[in-house]
């Protein structure tokens, strides 16, 4: 039996496409939170072209979304503009992706990428991504094909049509999650503290499944007159059942909607009470994502605004450590000590710290004192 055809995908991967794009459009993050992040995608997806928003401040589905089909602005094609509620603008996208069409043959060659694209469907490496799916390799052999890929860093390997048939699933279930009664709910506050006990046991699907309706309605209500002279306890109410849901969606592998959460969460609480530990929740899912250099800027933020748990020290010092600013880790492992973070959980950062700085802070060790040493 000739052994299968291996393509390795790294040449087309599309991680972050999404992402890249927005860094060129002024209006990404409104657009992601009025009419859904996955959504704006589909429409880039399918050549929808969003033009205008008229929203519905009190019913959401309502929203009136101006898009035009077929527009081209290399070839100065405006596309045929048309003009649908949010809901049905969001079953129409989900209508065009969900139908399985015709692929291209399997590729002969390794370095064929254009039949690799059209063989495994340019619409699903670009639907992979916004469910974590990062893909790594395709198979080819004498009984069909297969993709090779990790999905919350485990590797899975699917047959391709089942691969597809899995992804059309995840774009059903996003409509479904918005349709379902709950998403169209008031605004429930008194969630927030059963949030709170579930996110204590570790249950994050319970926390998504009380909270994850809140998102699309909240980054509405922040725009009105309402949301803008809402009072303070309510805001930081709302601020932190926005960490809990942005935290759980984190741990359940959607990292980009998580905090995009937290930022909306950010945003209710201002400079409240709520603000550090927001700040805190999104600096730690920077620097856990491998992101430490982001991670800085939010961790400040938490150490600068009040009273914060501890950790923040150590996630600062892991943080600064980790981009080779060792002077401020070491100033961030002081303060971590002074605010009582346990030795055991600056264990790890102290050691790389010392061999980072070497004999310079045996010296100044020396110099200073007992108050600076670091065992």
Known sequence: ?????????EAIRTDGWFERIGEGIGSFQALCDIVGARFFAFAMITGARITSLTVDRRTPDNTLVEFAVGADEDAG????????T????????VNALVIDEPHGIAPKRPTDLEAVQLHIGVRYLLLAPLYGYALRELRVGPDGSSIVL??????????LPAFRARIRTHVREELERVQRPAARSAIDLARVVEAETAAKRGDSLKVLDLLGSWPAPLAIFLRTPEGQLLNPEARATIARGLGLLGS???ALGEHGKGEEVLRLGIQY??????????????GEAMLKDGRPGES????RRAANLGTVPPRVWSLLAEAFLTRGRNLAALGAVLEARAAGTPPAELEEVVGRLKEALGAP????????GRAAQLE
């Open 296 to 299: 800085i800027g939010p961790l």
């Open 248 to 250: 759980a969606c984190i």
């Open 150 to 159: 990790f999905h919350d860093a485990i590797e899975e390997t699917y047959l």
């Open 86 to 93: 949010l809901s049905e603008f969001r079953q129409r996208l």
């Open 77 to 84: 094609i405006a596309g045929e503009p048309q003009r649908l």
């Open 1 to 9: 039996m000739a052994a299968p055809l291996v393509v390795s995908l």
């Open 269 to 282: 609480a201002g400079d409240g009470v709520s603000a550090p530990e927001l700040f805190l929740r999104l």
């Open 361 to 368: 802070l045996d010296a100044w060790q020396r110099a200073v």
